[in-house]
């Protein structure tokens, strides 16, 4: 009986096992059945043929648009090893359906063109697109993305897209997220290769009332140039609003400010950007706000204590002033900090002392007085200090040394009374930055740069003015090797630093205005990593070594201006971006290595040299990203090349001081953004360049002491055009004729009164090297050298003046109504302009010599 129970149970669990094995293979028969389906065919034909639109480039690391990401080809594995697409690498399919409804494919290596027929827009069920960090080679955006109506996400920032964003864009009305934003580095790519917006006003104003449910905007680097209309304040969803670089203008609407659930406002980087911080509500949700380099002004009010939730506060580089409130003290969570280079007075509140997350601290470039804010010292978590250009008094207190998380700290010189010899500096063992500035600092003698040595984490390392010594620095030295940035200008260094040969990580190396001799060390361009090297105003007479180009070299900005050079240049990079080697005394045919490499020059500064030969025609195919070219006081023959069919960016031409022949080349008229042409002291044998009129920004056009003849005015009394004309100089040519009575009535630009409060605008300020225009001009027989260092006359100063031939001048810098220098003959005058038509109007006649 027991035996036939056993055998019954037994019996009964191989059927239960079998039934069970069996409902296991269905149910995977099933899924096995099923999986196929849930890819749709057309679904997987469309990601295939999308897969074929573009080939598979991972980014050049040395790059400088492509950001420093991670990217592997997600689409290149597609259709391997499975037919599903629902499984294929960024990629996800509604469960359901079967159709794609997300492709995120950000970082993918994707390269080409982003085609308006592209296979993409038949995905019509997608609700997300994640394009960002591809190169889709500077392609607009297709209108054609208003075809996918269920986008909530849109995502196609650092993509290498340019031109109008589609107004297309804005019928996507489900989008919560969208960021159409360009990744910007140190050497930005130019403005028409970055996306814009046509008609700003109009379509700010239309996103605004379409993309009611947009939590996240991100247009940064987009070219707007437009107000922020009001209607933003109104969008009630949104959480991060992102517009930095966008070249916004006007008053920022405050009510922006305080939309409830807005967490994140971004508006760096919009010099034009006026407006003023509100009466913030306790109910705010801020957690970041940031307003750097912005023309926003007025005081941080009591209020600011009411964003309980703000994490990083930045207003540097604006027009805040009044004191700092001691409701900052309030901002528990605060974690950055950065009230830079405004006009903040009174002493730091002692309430920043509750800032207990505070990790960055930056005042400095303000008037801020008191003595040093003790109070930071007892903020543990502190890694920053900023407190250089202030109006401090005493010394650092040297508990200053126990806060072992600082990694960066700048002071000024007045406040290195405990640390004078930097005996000390070995305490900083976290620093990996280090920035002592000084005007005038005092010691007994010279500090022994080997103190700088025990700190193994410097990554820059920053003592302009400081004097130091380099005696005892050897080979066996044991200095960081972590430096990228090290500045060392002004400190009486009388030979270059041993410790520099192992410096494999060094980007940027300044060296300027010290008292190294000799010869520049041929290790030092080896260098591989480095990119800047700035050995100007020094003693130093040549190259140690070959004169070729150094191989796995990559120096894009070279500075040798004012030393004791002979002989021929080195140029060691051949796409180098910026040459400066003006002041010297550099022999030889200007190198054709200069034509060589991959990529245009920005910058070529060889003035004030001994070169001789002709200029190298060869520049003309490397023309694209030239901005100035300043050849001035050499031996150069020959004639001016007609070579700058490709330089629209070229703004300023000086070839003066030559002995060049020949006539002003044709293609000058494709110099679209030409603002200083200066041939002065050649051969120049010309009529003269009536055809240059078309130039709409020329302003200064000087062609003194050539053989220039025939009439300065067509004989049909047509205007010869230079709308923006201001400087002109034609003496000691062969001009003939009578000037007409109305000659000077059409230069506007010459007799503006607009915008008379505006600031100076120099010529040649943006290239971020220091590098500015200048040009000589006659006075009644004197040479007048403008430099950018020259200051404008007051309104008040012209209107004593306006009744005398004067000189009134700012290197070029131009405050319309303000300067003014014509030059026939001897005469330069500066005038208002109802006295100059007074002067010059419809009734006087001058002649020419």
Known sequence: MIGSNYSSSFSFFLRTIVLLLFSISNVFSTFAFLTPDMCHPDQRDVLLQLKTEFKIQKPDELDDYSMNVTSYPKTESWGNRSTDCCNWDGVTCNTESGKV????????????????????????????????????TFS????????????????????????????EILQLTNLVSLDLSSYVSIYSPPSSLLLSIENPPLFLRLLAQNLRNLRALDLSSVNISSEIPHEFSYMLSLRSLHLERCSLVGEFPSGLFMIPSLQSIILDNNPDLRGSLPIFHRNNCLQVLRLWETSFSGIIPDSIGNLKNLASLTLADSNFSGRIPSSLGELSNLSSLSLSSNHFTGEVPSSIGNLKQLISFDVDYNQLTGSFPSVLLNLTKLRSIYLDSNHFTGAVPSSLLQISSLTRLELDDYQLSDLVGFENVSLFSNLQVLYFTSNNFRVSSAVDLNVFSSLKQLVMLDLPGIPLSTENITSDSDFSSNFMYLRLSGCNITEFPEFLRDQRNLRHLYLSNNNIKGQVPDWLWRQQALQSLDLSHNSLSGFDGSLKAVPGSHIEMLDLRSNAFQGRILIPYTSINYLFASSNNFTGEIPRSLCGGQSSPTLIDLSNNNFDGTIPQCLGAHMSSLTDLNLRNNSLSGSLPDMFTQASKLRSIDVSHNQLEGKIPASLTACSSLEVLNVESNKINDTFPFLLNSLQKLQVLVLRSNKFHGMLHHSDGVWFGFPQLKIIDVSHNEFLGTLPSDYFLNWTAISSNEDKDRQPHYIGDSNGYGYYTSVVLMNKGVSMAMEQSESPVSSKEKEEKEESFCWVAAGLGFAPGVVFGFTIGYIVVSYKHEWFIKTFGRNKKRGTR
């Open 140 to 167: 607009p955006i297709p209108a054609k993305f208003s075809n996918l109506m269920l986008l909530e996400t849109l995502n196609l920032s650092g993509s290498s897209l340019k031109g109008h964003i589609p107004r």
């Open 101 to 136: 409804i997300r492709l995120e494919l950000s970082c993918s290596c994707l390269h080409g063109q982003l085609e308006p027929n592209s296979s993409l827009f038949s995905l019509k069920h997608l609700t997300s697109l994640n394009l960002a960090f591809n190169n889709f």
